[in-house]
C-alpha cells in the first residue's frame, strides 16, 4: 500500500496538482499581505537613502544617533530600495515584488544547474526540487517579504553555481571571477553574506584549485571593500563600531571580540551546538528539516561520493553561516535551502526501490505534513491580511494635521512617510531593553511628551503584546500628558493635552 501511495503522490501530474492549488493560495495572499516590522525598518532606510543622499531613521529618534545616520545596514540590498522608491514611488508593494524577482531569478539559475548536471540531475529531480522550494511555508513568506534572505539566496546560489563549474567542467578563470562577483555581493547585501563568501574559499581550497582560489578571493574582496565607502570620513568608523557593537539587539555583536579571545571562541563552539535550533525553529522550517535529515542520513554515502561537490558546500555553509554568521536564526536556514531540496528530491526519487519500508513509511508521512504545514500557514497569512493602507489613511484624515509629530506602530510608514512625521513604538522598545525593565504608561507618556509628540496611535493588536504592555487592554490611566482623542475597532488615538 506504502508503495501505491509513494507512486500516486510523486506523480508529476499530482505535484502539480497540489503544486498549483498553492500557487493560486500564494497567489491570494499576496493582496494586503500584512507587514512585518522589518519591512518598515529597510524600507524607512531606503526612503531617506534617496532624499538625504545617506540612510538614517528619523522615526527612532534618541537610539544610537539613528536619526542622524545609521552606519550599520544591508548596502546593496537598501540602495536597491532606494532605487526601486526613485522609478516606481513609495510602496511596500514595489519592494515585495523585487523580492519575488530574485525568488524567480534563483528557480531559473536552480534548474539552469540541474540541468548542466544532467548525469546527477534527471526530470524528476528537477520537478521535486523545485516543488520542495515552492510549496514551502519559509519560502511563501519570504519570497514576497522586504527583507534580503530571498535576494542572498539568489546571489549565494550563483556564486556555488559558478564554483562547482569551474572545479567540474572548464577551469576557466570566468568562473571563479563570476562566484567571487556574487559572493561578494551576497556580503553586501547583508553581512551574513559573508557565509558564502568563506564557503566558497574553502571549497576551492579542499579542491585544491589555487589558481581559482586567487581569482576568487581577489574579486570577492574588491567587492566586499565597496562596504566601507561610507565608512572613510572624520569620525564614520567609529559610529560604525558603537552602532554595531551597541547594537539594541545583545545578538547583533555575537561576532565581536570582547575582553578574552578564549571567552569568544567558546562562544562560538557553544553555538555550533546550537546550531540544529535554526533547522527546527517552527513550523515553517521544522517538517522540511526532519526530512532532510532523514534523507541525509540514509542517503549519506550517496551524496559524500557521487553528489561530493554540492555536499561538501553545503556542510561548509552551515558552518560558515554558524560561525561567522550574526546569530542562530530561523530566517538564515534559506541559505541552505537549495541544497536541502536537492537532498531531499535525490532520497525521495529512490524511496520505492532502495529504502526499508520504515524508511518509506516515515519519509512519505513528513512529505504528507509538510504539504499540510505549507497550506495551513499559507492560509494563515490570508487570514492576518488587511487593506492597512486605508487603515492608516483613516488614521491620518482623523488626526488631520500634517505637522503633527505621530507616534505608532512602524506600519504607519506605509504609505505615510511622505506626509507625515512619524516616530515608531521601537523607539521606547529599545529603551526598555537597554534599561532592563519596563516603563510604566505614566513613564512612556513622559517620554513622548519629552519628545513632542502630538498624537499616539494605539493599533488593536496593542491590547494584547506583552512586548509593548504600557496600553494593556488600551487602558489609559489619568495623566497630565494625553487623552483619548479618538477610537475605532482597529485603533485608538490619544492627543496631547492644550495647556
Not at 374 to 382: D, G, T
Request: proline share 2%; charged share 20%.
Amino acid at each position: 500500500m506504502i508503495d501505491s501511495v509513494i507512486s500516486f503522490l510523486f506523480r508529476k501530474h499530482t505535484l502539480l496538482c497540489i503544486g498549483g492549488a498553492f500557487l493560486i493560495l500564494f497567489g491570494i495572499s499576496l493582496f494586503n499581505r500584512y507587514l512585518g516590522s522589518d519591512e518598515c525598518w529597510f524600507g524607512e532606510q531606503s526612503y531617506w537613502l534617496l532624499h538625504d543622499g545617506f540612510v538614517r531613521i528619523e522615526s527612532m529618534p534618541g537610539i544610537l544617533g539613528l536619526s542622524e545616520r545609521c552606519y550599520v545596514y544591508h548596502k546593496l540590498f537598501i540602495f536597491m530600495g532606494s532605487a526601486i522608491i526613485a522609478v516606481f514611488g513609495w510602496s511596500v508593494t514595489y519592494f515585495r515584488i523585487a523580492s519575488l524577482m530574485f525568488f524567480l531569478l534563483f528557480l531559473s539559475v536552480f534548474v539552469s544547474y540541474m540541468r548542466k548536471n544532467k548525469l546527477l540531475y534527471n526530470k524528476k529531480h528537477i520537478v521535486l526540487a523545485v516543488f520542495l522550494l515552492v510549496v514551502n511555508p519559509m519560502m511563501a513568506m519570504k519570497s514576497f517579504e522586504f527583507r534580503p534572505e530571498i535576494m542572498l539566496m539568489a546571489l549565494g546560489f550563483i556564486s556555488f553555481y559558478a564554483l562547482d563549474n569551474f572545479k567540474k567542467h572548464s577551469g576557466k578563470m570566468i568562473w571563479p571571477i563570476i562566484g567571487g562577483l556574487f559572493a561578494g555581493m551576497a556580503f553586501l547585501t547583508n553581512m551574513n553574506g559573508v557565509a558564502f563568501c568563506v564557503a566558497g574559499f574553502l571549497f576551492l581550497l579542499i579542491a585544491k584549485e589555487y589558481k581559482g582560489l586567487v581569482v576568487y578571493t581577489f574579486t570577492s574582496l574588491v567587492v566586499v571593500s565597496l562596504f566601507f565607502f561610507d565608512l572613510l570620513g572624520e569620525g564614520a568608523w567609529q559610529s560604525f563600531t558603537y552602532q554595531l557593537t551597541k547594537g539594541v539587539n545583545d545578538r547583533i555583536n555575537d561576532n565581536v571580540v570582547g575582553n578574552s579571545y578564549g571567552q569568544f571562541i567558546i562562544d562560538k563552539i557553544i553555538r555550533l551546538g546550537k546550531e540544529h535550533e535554526r533547522f527546527f525553529w517552527s513550523i515553517k522550517t521544522m517538517f522540511f528539516s526532519a526530512l532532510f535529515f532523514l534523507a541525509l542520513f540514509s542517503n549519506f554515502k550517496k551524496l559524500k561520493t557521487k553528489y561530493g561537490s554540492m555536499f561538501l558546500y553545503l556542510v561548509l555553509l552551515i558552518l560558515s553561516n554558524n560561525i561567522f554568521g550574526s546569530h542562530v536564526a530561523e530566517r538564515y536556514i534559506v541559505f541552505y535551502f537549495p541544497f536541502m531540496s536537492l537532498v531531499i528530491a535525490l532520497f525521495l526519487t529512490d524511496i520505492i526501490k532502495h529504502k526499508p519500508m520504515i524508511i518509506r513509511t516515515l519519509a512519505i508521512i513528513l512529505f504528507v505534513v509538510q504539504i499540510g504545514a505549507s497550506f495551513f500557514f499559507i492560509s494563515n497569512i490570508i487570514s492576518k491580511n488587511h487593506d492597512f493602507v486605508a487603515e492608516h489613511e483613516l488614521v491620518f484624515e482623523k488626526i488631520g494635521s500634517p505637522e503633527a509629530k505621530i507616534l505608532g506602530p512602524w506600519d504607519l510608514i506605509y504609505n505615510g512617510l511622505e506626509k507625515h512625521r512619524l516616530y515608531s513604538f521601537k523607539t521606547y522598545e529599545y529603551i526598555d531593553h537597554i534599561n532592563g525593565d519596563k516603563m510604566t504608561q505614566q513613564q512612556f507618556l513622559a517620554k513622548a511628551h519629552k519628545f513632542k509628540i502630538d498624537f499616539i496611535v494605539l493599533p488593536e493588536s496593542m491590547k494584547y503584546d506583552e512586548l509593548k504592555s504600557w496600553f494593556a487592554d488600551w487602558f489609559v490611566e489619568d495623566n497630565p500628558y494625553y487623552e483619548e482623542y479618538y477610537e475605532n475597532e482597529d485603533f485608538k488615538i490619544l492627543a496631547k493635552k492644550l495647556k
